[in-house]
Nanobody, 126 residues
Framework: QVQLVESGGGLVQAGGSLRLSCAAS????????MGWFRQGPGKEREFVAA????????VSADSVKGRFTISRDNAKNTVSLQMNSLKPEDTAEYYC???????????????????WGQGTHVTVSS
């Protein structure tokens, strides 16, 4: 049974940094595109970043480009999200997800992801 577990969330001040991690079991990361999504208060879940099965290609939402970096370690079955220069609008529940489509055709479409973690909360104070 596939499980994704996020960790690393917490409370930080604006301008600070935080690193989120997602550990997978029951699945080999090399077979999946991995993504991060977030959902803020009163908002729909939105795309944050995605990374190819090999780790060679990444894409980020415009709202986080230049501040967030996604990476993966297939040997450890983990994916991370390094968040720098955090803003209050980054406050949200962050979720990692796995997509069987390794072409990344649907990297920003949350309905196409096959497995989801339980989420980890990030609060950025101003």
């Amino acid at each position: 049974q596939v499980q994704l577990v996020e960790s690393g969330g917490g409370l930080v001040q604006a301008g600070g940094s935080l690193r989120l991690s997602c550990a997978a079991s029951g699945v080999t990361f090399t077979a999946y595109t991995m993504g991060w999504f977030r959902q803020g208060p009163g908002k729909e879940r939105e795309f944050v970043a995605a990374i190819s099965w090999s780790g060679g290609y990444t894409v980020s939402a415009d709202s986080v480009k230049g501040r967030f970096t996604i990476s993966r370690d297939n040997a450890k079955n983990t994916v991370s999200l390094q968040m720098n220069s955090l803003k209050p609008e980054d406050t949200a529940e962050y979720y990692c997800a796995a997509d069987k489509d390794r072409s990344m055709r649907y990297y920003a479409d949350l309905t196409q992801y096959d497995y989801w973690g339980q989420g980890t909360h990030v609060t950025v104070s101003s």
